[in-house]
């Protein structure tokens, strides 16, 4: 089985910062793209930032500049990195990965989620 799981949500001040990190574990031979979403009370889950294995990034025009998507492919650990952070990003953040893994000598990819992690930013 395969298991990501998010930390370094929290309470923060506009302007401040948080790094989120989501750890991947279990039978994994290696993991494609890793994305971060968010999903604000009443709204649509939205895409964040995502990665690509060789370190592609893309972002939602509502955080470029101000968050910075990178990954230990050594460690199967994305993160995070949000600067600037404005109410409006108050949200629960969600990694995904497109996890490979070895089952019966086949390689086999399937997309995993977290459990999501709170951010709060106060005004």
């Known amino acids: 089985q395969v298991q990501l799981v998010e930390s370094g949500g929290g309470l923060v001040q506009a302007g401040g910062s948080l790094r989120l990190s989501c750890a991947a574990s279990?039978?994994?031979?290696?993991?494609?793209?890793m994305g971060w979403y968010r999903q604000a009370p009443g709204k649509q889950r939205e895409l964040v930032a995502a990665?690509?294995?060789?370190?592609?990034?893309n972002y939602a025009d509502s955080v470029k500049g101000r968050f910075t998507i990178s990954r230990d492919n050594a460690r199967n650990i994305g993160y995070l990195q949000m600067n600037g952070l404005k109410p409006d990003d108050t949200a629960v953040y969600s990694c995904n990965g497109d996890v490979t893994q070895s089952v019966g000598g086949l390689h086999i990819t399937n997309r995993y989620w977290g459990q999501g992690t709170q951010v709060t930013v106060s005004s």
């Open positions: 279990g039978n994994i031979v290696s993991i494609n793209a």
């Open positions: 990665i690509s294995s060789g370190g592609t990034t």
